[in-house]
């Protein structure tokens, strides 16, 4: 079926790019500051390497990694450079057996790995944590949450009678999701996570990975792999979704040869070599098929309006090339046909699968960017069940600054202050009231706990503060617990409770001067 619509533009369609299949291979040691600076690594000088299917390098005799060359081989290569891997059967760039480094002569025979704007993980953390909660805020706060035919996350509300959908396309707030999913296996809060549209974490997480990456590169299994060591997943104490696989590792660390213990995030079976550790995750055994996958999206269906078809889209193709100005229309069919052929793609599970998924979001994305569709011809994503409310908002109270409170307070101290201050995201208004309580350590209630600040059609985008006088005298050295908790008139109206609640601590000195947190 086709959807036609005619009309002229000034630039032909760029083709279709042809699709690569995974390669094992991924980034040489982490060149940069040492581990403890809290600095972020270098991305330079990170080479692909001879992996397994888990993604583990391959090793020598003395336990050295192993390059792959590149491809083509540069002019300044030597033929003498390429010896067989181990094992045997994979070309590999010869190294210094003493250093574990490239060998003398040969540094220009190894490819670097490409990270493009994922190059962004060397931020700080607190980046990728800004963009994680922009990105769960839009998950809370729309009424339903769906997947476009890429696999990325789709928000949508109704708004004035009017049906609104955005996709997460932020390469930033893909990345974090793709950290936060492969840190915990939920976004959101522990106890109230986000349902999501897919229930296969690994999934949703690829599909935020494929959607961060350059749409013209290749997501490969080395940046896969080195993502998450920089990312700081691959700690052997860092809790991680995924169980690891640890093995030892001679490699240059700021100047000296040693062995070292690295860690892999496990996305396959247990490693039949290797140190596999388990702790509470289960092994994922993760398996993919490009068709199966795409078979499924968009999730639920929608294209085309009027009859909406599993595994299908919709694309501007040429309609005729012949004439001038060219004349295009809109192509509405199966995904798979359209953007991969009869490919089926790494048939493989494990890291390779998994790559493979990232990497056909990714392009799948490249497809429909290089080909969109006119303004206001979509066909719009539909509303989903929402809650029988015609008013919808997220109120918060922030970690940083939605409960303020002395940190040391002097017993018998009079005129003390703490600060509460509630936000809303909308898209509604809100109204509601806050309330505080704060008690000593032996359970005694502070003078005049617990306090309730009422509002009333709080704007959405906005917040409101209040600032309240309190007294001690409790006659001895303890600490005060305080809560704040935002409550909504409307139960359902609030689309995210998970952000409501706040906890700070104040120590009760008998003698001494105070301060603020």
């Given at each position: 079926?086709?959807?036609?619509?005619?009309?002229?533009?000034?630039?032909?369609?760029?083709?279709?790019?042809?699709?690569?299949?995974?390669?094992?291979?991924?980034?040489?040691?982490?060149q940069g500051p040492p581990p403890d600076s809290g600095e972020p690594p270098d991305l330079g000088d990170i080479i692909v390497l001879?992996?397994?299917?888990?993604?583990?390098?391959?090793?020598?005799?003395?336990?050295?990694?192993?390059?792959?060359?590149?491809?083509?081989?540069?002019?300044?290569?030597?033929?003498?450079?390429?010896?067989?891997?181990?094992?045997?059967?994979?070309?590999?760039?010869?190294?210094?057996t003493d250093t574990c480094g490239i060998a003398l002569g040969c540094e220009t025979c190894t490819q670097e790995v490409d990270f493009?704007?994922?190059?962004?993980?060397?931020?700080?953390?607190?980046?990728?944590?800004?963009?994680?909660?922009?990105?769960?805020?839009?998950?809370?706060?729309?009424?339903?949450?769906?997947?476009?035919?890429?696999?990325?996350?789709?928000?949508?509300?109704?708004?004035?009678?009017?049906?609104?959908?955005?996709?997460?396309?932020?390469?930033?707030?893909?990345?974090?999701?793709?950290?936060?999913?492969?840190?915990?296996?939920?976004?959101?809060?522990?106890?109230?996570?986000?349902?999501?549209?897919?229930?296969?974490?690994?999934?949703?997480?690829?599909?935020?990975?494929?959607?961060?990456?350059?749409?013209?590169?290749?997501?490969?299994?080395?940046?896969?792999?080195?993502?998450?060591?920089?990312?700081?997943?691959?700690?052997?104490?860092?809790?991680?979704?995924?169980?690891?696989?640890?093995?030892?590792?001679?490699?240059?660390?700021?100047?000296?040869?040693?062995?070292?213990?690295?860690?892999?995030?496990?996305?396959?079976?247990?490693?039949?070599?290797?140190?596999?550790?388990?702790?509470?995750?289960?092994?994922?055994?993760?398996?993919?098929?490009?068709?199966?996958?795409?078979?499924?999206?968009?999730?639920?269906?929608?294209?085309?309006?009027?009859?909406?078809?599993?595994?299908?889209?919709?694309?501007?193709?040429?309609?005729?090339?012949?004439?001038?100005?060219?004349?295009?229309?809109?192509?509405?069919?199966?995904?798979?046909?359209?953007?991969?052929?009869?490919?089926?793609?790494?048939?493989?599970?494990?890291?390779?699968?998994?790559?493979?998924?990232?990497?056909?979001?990714?392009?799948?994305?490249?497809?429909?960017?290089?080909?969109?569709?006119?303004?206001?011809?979509?066909?719009?994503?539909?509303?989903?069940?929402?809650?029988?409310?015609?008013?919808?908002?997220?109120?918060?109270?922030?970690?940083?600054?939605?409960?303020?409170?002395?940190?040391?307070?002097?017993?018998?101290?009079?005129?003390?202050?703490?600060?509460?201050?509630?936000?809303?995201?909308?898209?509604?208004?809100?109204?509601?009231?806050?309330?505080?309580?704060?008690?000593?350590?032996?359970?005694?209630?502070?003078?005049?706990?617990?306090?309730?600040?009422?509002?009333?059609?709080?704007?959405?985008?906005?917040?409101?503060?209040?600032?309240?006088f309190f007294s001690i005298d409790l006659g001895e050295r303890t600490t005060i617990d305080w809560q704040a908790t935002a409550v909504?008139?409307?139960?359902?109206?609030?689309?995210?409770?998970?952000?409501?609640?706040?906890?700070?601590?104040?120590?009760?000195?008998?003698?001494?001067?105070?301060?603020?947190?």
């Amino acid at each position: 079926m086709k959807r036609t619509l005619i009309f002229t533009v000034a630039a032909a369609l760029m083709g279709m790019l042809a699709y690569s299949g995974v390669g094992f291979a991924a980034k040489g040691g982490i060149q940069g500051p040492p581990p403890d600076s809290g600095e972020p690594p270098d991305l330079g000088d990170i080479i692909v390497l001879y992996r397994d299917a888990w993604g583990l390098p391959n090793l020598t005799a003395d336990l050295c990694q192993q390059a792959i060359p590149a491809d083509p081989l540069p002019d300044t290569c030597p033929a003498t450079c390429l010896v067989d891997g181990l094992p045997s059967g994979v070309s590999v760039v010869e190294v210094n057996t003493d250093t574990c480094g490239i060998a003398l002569g040969c540094e220009t025979c190894t490819q670097e790995v490409d990270f493009g704007r994922t190059s962004v993980i060397r931020s700080p953390v607190s980046v990728i944590e800004q963009s994680l909660a922009e990105a769960v805020t839009k998950l809370a706060t729309a009424q339903c949450t769906s997947l476009d035919p890429a696999g990325r996350l789709v928000n949508t509300s109704e708004i004035d009678d009017v049906v609104l959908s955005a996709t997460i396309d932020s390469p930033l707030e893909n990345l974090a999701i793709y950290w936060q999913l492969m840190r915990t296996g939920y976004l959101g809060a522990e106890t109230m996570p986000i349902d999501l549209p897919d229930l296969n974490v690994l999934n949703t997480a690829a599909r935020g990975l494929g959607a961060a990456a350059d749409k013209t590169g290749k997501v490969t299994v080395d940046q896969v792999v080195y993502t998450n060591e920089i990312m700081g997943l691959t700690g052997e104490s860092v809790q991680t979704y995924l169980p690891k696989i640890c093995m030892n590792v001679r490699e240059e660390v700021q100047g000296v040869v040693q062995t070292v213990r690295k860690c892999f995030l496990n996305y396959g079976v247990a490693h039949p070599v290797h140190e596999n550790l388990l702790g509470n995750s289960e092994y994922a055994n993760y398996q993919y098929s490009r068709t199966v996958n795409f078979a499924a999206l968009p999730d639920p269906a929608y294209i085309p309006d009027d009859d909406p078809t599993e595994g299908w889209f919709e694309y501007l193709g040429v309609w005729d090339d012949t004439v001038i100005p060219v004349l295009f229309y809109i192509v509405q069919g199966p995904i798979m046909d359209n953007v991969f052929g009869t490919d089926p793609g790494f048939l493989g599970g494990n890291v390779g699968g998994f790559t493979q998924a990232a990497d056909d979001t990714r392009e799948v994305i490249e497809f429909t960017h290089d080909r969109p569709l006119p303004l206001d011809h979509e066909t719009p994503v539909p509303l989903c069940d929402v809650p029988d409310t015609d008013i919808v908002y997220d109120l918060s109270l922030s970690e940083e600054s939605g409960l303020q409170v002395p940190k040391q307070i002097v017993d018998g101290s009079e005129g003390r202050e703490f600060t509460v201050t509630v936000a809303n995201a909308g898209p509604g208004v809100a109204s509601g009231y806050v309330l505080v309580t704060a008690e000593a350590a032996n359970g005694v209630p502070i003078v005049g706990s617990p306090w309730t600040f009422a509002f009333e059609e709080l704007a959405a985008g906005s917040s409101e503060s209040w600032v309240t006088f309190f007294s001690i005298d409790l006659g001895e050295r303890t600490t005060i617990d305080w809560q704040a908790t935002a409550v909504p008139d409307c139960a359902d109206c609030d689309l995210n409770s998970a952000n409501n609640t706040v906890t700070a601590t104040s120590n009760v000195r008998v003698t001494g001067g105070g301060g603020r947190n």
